[in-house]
């Protein structure tokens, strides 16, 4: 049973993000959320991330982030076999971009 609760609580972490409206909400809702070492972790992938999308080399990749290469790795795996949610949200992010 303790999956169940889990899924649960994820679901429910999911939903209440998707209530945000603005950064600001976006900024007080993490900051009570999160350390402020969890949160420039979870910034750093997602920057990693949006890099080695847009085809950045790995060296380029450490030098501006000093992620490391393992994170690099791990975060290029997600983006090769993972669910697709990082090219979702970048296509939505180019999208708003450019106007559409």
Known sequence: MPGKYIKE???F???TILTIDTLEECEKFFDDMCTK???ASIAQRLVVAKMLHDKRVYSDIVAETGASTAT???VNRSLAFGSGGYD???GK???SEKGE
């Open 9 to 11: 609580n994820i679901d």
């Open 37 to 39: 070492t969890e949160l």
């Open 93 to 95: 992010m180019e999208k």
């Open 72 to 74: 690099i790795s791990r």
């Open 88 to 90: 979702i949200i970048f």
């Open 13 to 15: 972490l999911y939903k």
